[in-house]
């Protein structure tokens, strides 16, 4: 049983809840492990399409644990356990949604990062403070952030420490949607359950296709794009769809 995280399943979607109020969620090691360990059996279970992940009204997640921090030297940095539960993180391939209340802050805003959408509650602070603390973002904070924001507005976040609130996010594209804060989850959900309808062979390719265009030249993506694209004409789902157009039915999708 996990203790630093709840896990729900709702039909074709989970939602994991980070679950360590009395540090704001800061990310230790056992936090970490858990969602690692959350997230690779969401990612074993074909029953599972898609997955939610929130925190608590008052902060989505608060950092890399400061008080965990504050006793590893660089050997321990070196081998932080830590890094294998990002990489699994980073890994996921299912789709995934940050529904972020409270604050986003250091690993907090870079874990929220790690989704595919991210929906705000308009309480909702994003920010990579890490420089206050004499260090910098260590888990995709300065790349993810710049491809979400562009330069200027990743370079006064990163430099300065200051956060943004949850408006300005979306201004910015780091969010797509803003919600009152008692519905973030709710909102979260129904797109996840729109995406988890869909044929899951395409949802994936087309994941993989959109996170092609953050880290390669266009050529190459959109020759990903073209195979992809002739990959799934081979699917029945593929079928299926064009099938239930024509017949003017919603589509019974089986991951074929
Ligand atoms: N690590 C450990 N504990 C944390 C924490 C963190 N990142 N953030 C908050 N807490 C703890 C506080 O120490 C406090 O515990 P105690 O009551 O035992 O002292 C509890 O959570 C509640 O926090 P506050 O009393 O500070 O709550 P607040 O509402 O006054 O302030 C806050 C909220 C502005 C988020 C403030 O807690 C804060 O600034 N936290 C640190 C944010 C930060 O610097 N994050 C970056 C960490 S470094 C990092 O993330 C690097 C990386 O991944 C690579």
Request: hydrophobic share 50%; aromatic share 4%.
């Amino acid at each position: 049983m996990p203790q630093t995280l709840a896990v729900e399943q709702l039909q074709a979607v989970r939602l994991i809840t980070l679950q360590r109020p009395q540090a704001l969620n800061a990310l230790n090691t056992e936090l970490l492990g858990e969602l690692a360990a959350a997230l690779s059996a969401a990612e074993a279970d074909p029953e599972t399409r898609a997955v939610v992940l929130t925190g608590s009204r008052k902060a989505f997640a608060a950092g890399a644990d400061i008080k965990e921090m504050a006793e590893r030297d660089l050997v321990g940095i070196l081998n932080d356990p830590r890094q294998a539960s990002w990489q699994t993180i980073t890994r996921f391939s299912k789709p995934l949604i940050a529904a972020v209340n409270g604050f986003a802050l250091g690993g907090g805003c870079e874990l929220a990062m790690h989704a595919d959408i991210l929906i705000a509650g308009e309480d909702a602070r994003f920010g990579q403070p890490e420089i206050n603390l004499g260090i910098m973002p260590g888990a995709g904070g300065t790349q993810r952030l710049l491809r979400a924001v562009g330069k200027s507005l990743a370079m006064q976040m990163v430099l300065t420490g200051e956060a943004i609130d949850a408006r300005h996010a979306l201004r910015a594209g780091l969010v797509s949607e803003i919600t009152q804060p008692e519905f973030t989850v709710e909102r979260a959900l129904q797109i996840a359950h729109a995406i988890a309808a869909k044929a899951p062979l395409a949802v994936r390719l087309a994941k993989e296709a959109l996170l092609k265009a953050m880290d390669t030249d266009l050529a190459s993506g959109l020759r990903f794009e073209r195979h992809a694209f002739t990959l799934l004409a081979g699917t029945a789902d593929r079928d299926e769809g064009i099938r239930a157009f024509q017949d003017k039915r919603a589509p019974q999708f089986r991951g074929q």
